[in-house]
């Protein structure tokens, strides 16, 4: 089964250098464990909120405004699409995503048909 790993960050929070460095690190070895298990099917970073525009239809007419949909504490600032054979197996591997040490990592399954 696919499910979505949106990788949450509060902006709030700043890293050390160290604290930064240690984070890219074990990201690295997070990307490496489930690139090579073929468990991540893609993903990537996002750029910050500030260059997020939003766009609703409302009556026929194209609502455009600048910033996210919500606002929250917490902001999307990555994603990965993961494929596991059940959701125990996504939530392991989200638990071990360095993200979730200081941030949030939502697990959401695809719609199947």
Not at 2 to 19: F, G, N, Q, T, W
Not at 58 to 63: A, K, Q, W
Not at 77 to 88: K, P, R, S, T
């Amino acid at each position: 089964m696919k499910y979505m790993l949106m990788i949450c960050s509060d902006p709030a929070v700043r890293l050390s250098k160290e604290e930064s460095a240690a984070a890219a690190s074990s990201i690295g070895a997070w990307l490496a464990d489930v690139d090579g298990r073929g468990v991540r099917l893609h993903g990537d970073r996002l750029r910050p909120v500030a260059d997020a525009t939003t766009v609703r239809v409302r009556d026929g007419e194209v609502l455009v405004a600048d910033g996210p949909f919500a606002e929250t504490k917490e902001h999307i600032a990555g994603y990965d699409v993961i494929e596991c054979a059940d959701l125990d197996e996504a939530i392991e591997v989200a638990s071990r995503h360095p993200v979730a040490a200081f941030g949030t990592v939502e697990v959401r399954p695809f719609w199947t048909d």
